[in-house]
């Protein structure tokens, strides 16, 4: 799989590392599922087939929020990020230019 390729060798990554590429990874190919699942339902003329899709689709986006609360909670510089830009209603440009003053 693509999204599990390691840009310099295992030996020299820490665990850490490699613990949130692992996370990244998974994060990655959740989001692709949901999207597979949606492109799919758009697709689909049978609508219980769809609805099947769409509740896949909604799973996964489950499983990339428990990732991605994970990679929150272990990694500061993403936390500092995800709280800044989630959850506001603001425009997304203007938090940023607030966060940088």
Known sequence: MASEALHV???????????LHYAIS????EFE????YRQRADDCDD??????LLHNAREELEH?????????RNDKEADKQLKTYLFTT???????????D
């Open 9 to 19: 060798p295992r030996e020299k990554l820490r665990r850490e590392t490699l613990n």
């Open 26 to 29: 998974s994060l990655m190919e």
């Open 33 to 36: 599922a949901v999207d597979w």
């Open 47 to 52: 609508p219980s087939l769809k609805e099947i």
């Open 64 to 72: 990339a929020a428990m990732v991605l609360e994970w990679i929150r």
């Open 90 to 100: 603001a425009d997304i440009l203007k938090v940023e230019e607030e966060s940088e």
